[in-house]
């Protein structure tokens, strides 16, 4: 069985301040760079076609 590959990123915007913090496990330099370029292709799609909700949040199977 692969092992799993995770990345995430998270970004909290507090009183004009931005924070980061990012978890990979299993994910090369090069793939975390693929994703984030996914995620801002993303995001310009959802910009295009004038939605609002440009983010989008998915679930794993399990979670509540």
Do not use: C, H
């Amino acid at each position: 069985m692969a092992s799993e590959k995770v990345f995430v990123l998270r970004v909290d915007v507090r009183q004009n301040n931005i924070q980061t913090s990012m978890k990979t496990q299993n994910v090369s330099p090069q793939e975390v760079i693929g994703y984030l370029e996914m995620a801002k292709d993303q995001i310009l799609d959802n910009l295009k076609q004038g939605r609002k909700d440009v983010f989008q949040a998915f679930k794993k199977d399990g979670e509540a």
